[in-house]
């Protein structure tokens, strides 16, 4: 049973950081692609970040501006997501997924198979 449980989200004032971590079990890791995602209330679901499998690709939303850092560490079966100079528009529920054939670039979430339950990040002004 595949599995996928982020950590890290919380509470931080605008300009600040937070590392999100995605913890996977049950699927073979190092051969999977690795997004992140977040939804708003009221809004749709949205990209935010990707990662090909073994690292070499990365591709991030245009709201990202190089705040937005993905990675992988295949060993601990785990995808970060760092964010920096966060804003309050940044405030949403991210979501990590996962899919085995998904391109890096590619946006849409219905495209990855598997998802995590979320995590809360609330950005303060």
């Known amino acids: 049973q595949v599995q996928l449980a982020e950590s890290g989200g919380g509470l931080v004032q605008a300009g600040g950081s937070l590392r999100l971590s995605c913890a996977a079990s049950?699927?073979?890791?190092?051969?999977?692609?690795l997004g992140w995602f977040r939804q708003a209330p009221g809004k749709e679901r949205e990209f935010v970040a990707a990662i090909s499998w073994g690292g070499a690709s990365t591709y991030y939303a245009n709201f990202v501006k190089g705040r937005f850092t993905i990675s992988r560490d295949d060993a601990r079966m785990t995808v970060f997501l760092q964010m920096d100079s966060l804003e309050p528009e940044d405030t949403a529920v991210y979501y990590c997924?996962?899919?085995?054939?998904?391109?890096?670039?590619?946006?849409?979430?219905?495209?990855?198979?598997?998802w995590g339950q979320g995590t809360q990040v609330t950005v303060s002004s």
């Open positions: 049950g699927l073979p890791f190092s051969s999977y692609g």
């Open positions: 997924a996962a899919d085995r054939i998904v391109a890096v670039t590619t946006t849409t979430p219905k495209s990855y198979d598997y």
